[in-house]
C-alpha cells in the first residue's frame, strides 16, 4: 500500500531532550516536506527537501533541522526542543503529476514539550 | 507572498444540505488549487484539484471552479453527508523560486448532524 508513515505518533517530552521524528515513504517520491499544524494558523512549512542530499528552509525553520540521506526518508530533528514547538506535525512527500505536485500526507505526529 | 483565505469556521449543517465554504487566494503568476480535507485523527486527504482557470475540479459529490477572475476557489457539495465531517483546507501550490510547497488556508470545520 502506497502510503507515509511517521513515528512516533504520539509523543511528550521534555525542554531541551533532543528528539527525533522519523518520515518514511514507499512511492519513490523526490519531494518531502515536512509541516506544522496550529489551531488558528493551518499548516505552515518547516523544511523541505528536492531530492536526496538537497534540503531547503520552509516558513518556520528555526529550532529545526533536517536530513535526506535516502529517498525514502526525511526525519525532523529537534536537537533542543522547547514549548513553543508543541504542535500537530505532518509529513508529505509528492508525486509531480502533469506538472501538478500532489502531496501525500503521512498520520501525523503530536508532540508536547513541557 | 502567495496566500490562502477561508471561511472561518466551524460550520454545522444537517444532513442533506447544501455545502459551500468559501476560499480566495491572492498569488503571482498561475497557481494550481487544491482542496484537502483532514478527518479526525488522520492526516489531509487530497479531495480535488484544479490547474488552471475556469476548471472545475470535483470529487466524491464535491466541486470547485478556478475563478482567476475573483481569484476564488469555493467547495460546494448538494447534499452532505454526516460522514463528511471534517475539516477542509484550501490550498495553492507555490512554485516560486525553484522550490514547490503548499500555502494552506487555516482550515473549515465542517460538522454534519443526522
Known amino acids: 500500500e502506497a502510503q507515509v508513515t511517521q513515528n512516533p505518533r504520539y509523543l511528550i517530552t521534555v525542554t531541551g531532550k533532543k528528539l527525533t521524528v522519523t518520515c518514511s515513504q514507499n512511492?519513490?517520491?523526490?519531494?518531502m516536506s515536512w509541516y506544522r499544524q496550529d489551531p488558528g494558523l493551518g499548516l505552515r512549512q518547516i523544511y523541505y527537501?528536492?531530492?536526496?542530499?538537497?534540503?531547503d528552509k520552509g516558513d518556520v525553520p528555526e529550532g529545526y533541522k533536517v536530513s535526506r540521506k535516502e529517498k525514502r526518508n526525511f526525519p525532523l530533528i529537534l536537537e533542543s526542543p522547547s514549548p513553543n514547538q508543541t504542535s500537530l506535525y505532518f509529513c508529505a512527500s509528492s508525486l509531480k503529476s502533469r506538472g501538478i505536485y500532489e502531496q501525500y500526507f503521512g498520520p501525523g505526529t503530536r508532540l508536547t514539550v513541557t | 507572498g502567495n496566500s490562502v483565505t477561508q471561511m472561518e469556521g466551524p460550520v454545522t449543517l444537517s444532513e442533506e444540505a447544501f455545502l459551500t465554504i468559501n476560499c480566495t487566494y491572492t498569488?503571482?503568476?498561475?497557481?494550481?488549487l487544491f482542496w484537502y480535507v483532514q478527518y479526525p485523527g488522520e492526516g489531509l486527504q487530497l479531495l480535488l484539484k484544479?490547474?488552471?482557470?475556469?476548471d472545475k475540479g470535483s470529487n466524491k459529490g464535491f466541486e470547485a471552479t478556478y475563478r482567476k477572475e475573483t481569484t476564488s476557489f469555493h467547495l460546494e457539495k448538494g447534499s452532505v453527508q454526516v460522514s463528511d465531517s471534517a475539516v477542509y483546507f484550501c490550498a495553492l501550490s507555490d512554485s516560486g523560486g525553484g522550490s514547490e510547497k503548499l500555502v494552506f488556508g487555516k482550515g473549515t470545520k465542517l460538522t454534519v448532524n443526522p
Open positions: 498569488a503571482t503568476g498561475y497557481p494550481s
Open positions: 484544479a490547474t488552471k482557470a475556469d
Open positions: 527537501s528536492m531530492n536526496v542530499e538537497v534540503t
Open positions: 512511492m519513490n517520491h523526490e519531494y
